[in-house]
């Protein structure tokens, strides 16, 4: 069983930025693909970012790429989502999640977080 808490979530403007944490209780964390994921009110939730066991392959949204950096500390067994130039269209309730091995897709993942809450006004 693992447990993921989320941190970092909150208000900001238009340009800003925020760094959303991901704590797993895993002693296998570094077994684990992990990704972010969001959901906007009234629709449904969606990829953002994963990254694989090792760190060293990452995947990105269309619509983050270039914006959004994925990254994870196995050490710390923490996972990392820097969010810059951010959007009102990036506000959203984000996940995080991790899937044993690799990354496939969402509906794979087997263990979810409950989520932060990004706001973000224009």
């Known amino acids: 069983q693992v447990q993921l808490a989320e941190s970092g979530g909150g208000l900001v403007q238009a340009g800003g930025s925020l760094r959303l944490s991901c704590a797993a209780s895993?002693?296998?964390?570094?077994?684990?693909?992990m990704g972010w994921f969001r959901q906007a009110p009234g629709k449904e939730r969606e990829f953002v970012a994963a990254?694989?066991?090792?760190?060293?392959?990452?995947y990105y949204a269309d619509s983050v790429e270039g914006r959004f950096t994925i990254s994870r500390d196995n050490a710390k067994n923490t996972v990392y989502l820097q969010m810059n130039s951010l959007k009102p269209e990036d506000t959203a309730v984000y996940y995080c999640a991790a899937q044993w091995g690799d990354y496939t897709s969402l509906k794979a993942m087997d263990y979810w977080g409950k989520g932060t809450l990004v706001t973000v006004s224009s």
């Open positions: 895993a002693r296998a964390f570094s077994s684990y693909a």
């Open positions: 990254t694989s066991w090792s760190g060293g392959r990452t």
